[in-house]
Structures are given as structure tokens and as C-alpha cells.
């Protein structure tokens, strides 16, 4: 009898790495294709930062006997990738594609790329950017586009917690505190906005991820009126702030495809974000969501949004009606479960238990 790759005793072993540091993006995209591949093979998730050199990386490989493999980042992941020895797919992240690297880095990074069984990108404008840093992506670059899981904590409320009033205009910008956010950006626009309405309240949401940048970006939050700071939140908790806000803000000088955005336009809540290739690709102005320019330009924008409650459910329909349509979890699962497919063609292995099927996380070493 022929198996198919949806028979449970086909199963490959899949190694799915990325740097997982709490509140950001790969902590929740890498666990999320986890869990994809997770019904059909045995998935080990793996932290990039568990490593310290890629021999170790490729003792894992053996050990737990992996046939294909998927990283995330190609700054991140691509050189333990290198060291896998298995076919593998690279998952380009913001990072890679809009941040400044060191020469170094890019060669790696384009090694990396250059190895590479497959190369996904989150959007069309993440492949053109892809193709034009690496022509050796040019016809291997698929397109998957995030998917957006969301599960609030109903009974956690950031407005309680800060103390503000059912009143106030909470401005919610989920950001690690890292320069590509420029959490700042907005800061003495809002400070100007908040002395002529006191309701106006920007908090900034994330974890210090560049200490010698945090320590800047916590001191002027500490002299601004009107700015608070709250370490990342669980997620779920984080989920239910952005139910709370009067509008979600992104300031990123670059970014690949932001979750936080998705999630943001899934649960209703409009998005204003600063104009960029990544956030111009799953925005549409005016439609389903706001792009400003400069600081003065958002305080017109979200102006007029906050003081048109028809225009903001319109706009927090739309980002719904969009996030279903095009970042839906079944067409995520079905392409990744096709792309390990691809990555090892021909290839099974019986699963002797129901065991062999969970995900196995590999913790970073303590520092």
C-alpha cells in the first residue's frame, strides 16, 4: 500500500530553528509553523541562541536524526544552517531584508541563501527586495504570507493597570526597544498633543532588546508627559491591550510583514503605521489602516480617525474582512506542509508512536 504524506505513520523529522527572545516575531511565527507541521511529522523547535557554533547545531541534526529543516532569518539562522547538512528553507525575515548587516554577515547571509533547497518570503515586495539583494533567489523565492492566531485575556485591562480613564485616547505602540522601531519617533508629537488634551496617552509596549538603545529610549520616556512604558506582555494579556487602544501604532524604519499589525487588523482595532515597503504592503490607506509620513502628519491623521467613529469601525471592518482573507491559518499550514514536502521528496519514515509527533523544544543555555 502506497502512503501518502497524510497518512499519520508518515512522518519526517523537521527541525524548525529561529532566535525565539520573548516579544518578537520569531517567538511566535517559528512555534505557529511548528504547529503546522506537527500533525503529519515530528517537529523539533529549536532556539538559535542554544547554539554556540554550528557543529552543535549539526550534532543535533544527528542526534534527533532531521531530514529537513526550516530557519527563520537568514541573519539568524542562515549560518547554523550552513552547518545542517540537510536540505533546508530560509524564511527572510525584516531583518534581513531592510536592516543595515556587516560585510560579514552578508556573506554568510548570502551563502546561506545561496544553499537553500527553498527561500520564503512573507509578500511580493519581501521577494523583490529578496531577488534584488540576492540574485541567487531569483525563481526559488515562494510566497507565503503570515497568518494571524489571536486568543485575548479577557480579564487583563492595560488601562487599569496604567490607571487611565474609560476617556482616554490609549495610542498603543507595540515596539522592542531596538533603533529599526524608532520608538521615539513620535514621542514630542504626542507630548505637543498631550498638553492640549490630556486624554492623549501613548504607551509603548516591549522589551529591551538593545540595552545601551533602552537605556536612551527609557530616559526620555521618563521626562515626557503623556508616555508610559510597559515591559512585553504575556501574549494573551498583550492581545487584550490592543483590544483596549484607540489605535495601534507601528514607527519602524523597516519592516518585513509585522504581526503585531495583522493581529492588530484582525481583532478591529485600526492600525497606524509609518509609511514603509513592509507595513505599505498589507495596508491599504484609508482602507484598512492609515500610513503617515511624519509625526505631523500622523497627529492629523489619527486626529481625524478618533474623531470619526463611522470611519474607524470602516476601517476596523475592512482590516478584519482582509486579515481572514489573506492571512487565514489553513493556507499557512497547507504551504508549509507542501514546502517540507518539496524539501525532501520520496522520503518517510513510520512514526512507531503518538509521542514521536510532539513538538520538542530546545531551551537556550542560560547566560
Known amino acids: 500500500m502506497s502512503i501518502t504524506s497524510h497518512d499519520r505513520r508518515c512522518v519526517l523529522n523537521v527541525l524548525v530553528l529561529g532566535c525565539l527572545t520573548d516579544a518578537t516575531g520569531n517567538a511566535v511565527t517559528a512555534p505557529r509553523i511548528a504547529r503546522h507541521l506537527e500533525p503529519e511529522h515530528r517537529v523539533v523547535l529549536a532556539d538559535a541562541r542554544a547554539f554556540r557554533s554550528p557543529s552543535e547545531l549539526h550534532t543535533l541534526v544527528r542526534h534527533e536524526r532531521i531530514d529537513a529543516a526550516i530557519g527563520l532569518h537568514a541573519l539568524l539562522a542562515g549560518p547554523l544552517m550552513l552547518a ?15 536592516e543595515p548587516v556587516h560585510n560579514l554577515h552578508m556573506r554568510q547571509m548570502s551563502q546561506a541563501v545561496a544553499s537553500a533547497e527553498c527561500l520564503v518570503a512573507f509578500s511580493p515586495e519581501n521577494q523583490a527586495r529578496a531577488e534584488s539583494l540576492w540574485p541567487s533567489a531569483v525563481g526559488r523565492v515562494r510566497c507565503i ?3 494571524v492566531e489571536v486568543e485575548v485575556d479577557e480579564g487583563y485591562s492595560l488601562r487599569r493597570t496604567l490607571g487611565l480613564a474609560d476617556d482616554d485616547v490609549l495610542l498603543l505602540l507595540p515596539a522592542g526597544l531596538r533603533q529599526v522601531k524608532d520608538p521615539l519617533h513620535l514621542i514630542e508629537a504626542v507630548v505637543a498633543w498631550h498638553r492640549t488634551d490630556r486624554r492623549v496617552h501613548l504607551v509603548l509596549v516591549g522589551a529591551a532588546l538593545e540595552p545601551w538603545y533602552a537605556d536612551h529610549v527609557l530616559g526620555r520616556v521618563a521626562t515626557s508627559a503623556g508616555v508610559h512604558y510597559v515591559p ?4 494573551a494579556r498583550f492581545l487584550a491591550a490592543v483590544c483596549e487602544a484607540a489605535v495601534v501604532l507601528n514607527t519602524s524604519l523597516g519592516e518585513g510583514m509585522c504581526g503585531v499589525i495583522l493581529e492588530a487588523m484582525q481583532l478591529g482595532t485600526p ?3 509609518r509609511r514603509n515597503p513592509g507595513n505599505a504592503a498589507i495596508i491599504s490607506h484609508g482602507r484598512t489602516g492609515l500610513l503617515y509620513e511624519t509625526p505631523q502628519d500622523f497627529v492629523r491623521q489619527t486626529n481625524s480617525l478618533l ?3 463611522p470611519y474607524r469601525e470602516r476601517i476596523g471592518e475592512a482590516a478584519r474582512r482582509y486579515v ?3 492571512h487565514a491559518m489553513a493556507p499557512e499550514r497547507r504551504a508549509y506542509l507542501t514546502l517540507v ?3 525532501c521528496p520520496g522520503v518517510s519514515r513510520s512514526r512507531t508512536s ?3 509527533s510532539l513538538i520538542t523544544a530546545c531551551p537556550p543555555r542560560p547566560c
Open 307 to 309: 474623531a470619526n467613529k
Open 341 to 343: 514536502r518539496d524539501l
Open 232 to 235: 512585553s506582555l504575556p501574549r
Open 324 to 326: 481572514d482573507a489573506v
Open 84 to 98: 545542517a547538512d540537510v536540505p533546508y528553507a530560509l524564511v527572510f525575515g525584516g531583518t534581513d531584508l531592510y
Open 354 to 356: 503518538d509521542s514521536e
Open 145 to 147: 504570507p503570515q497568518a
Open 271 to 273: 492600525v497606524v503605521a
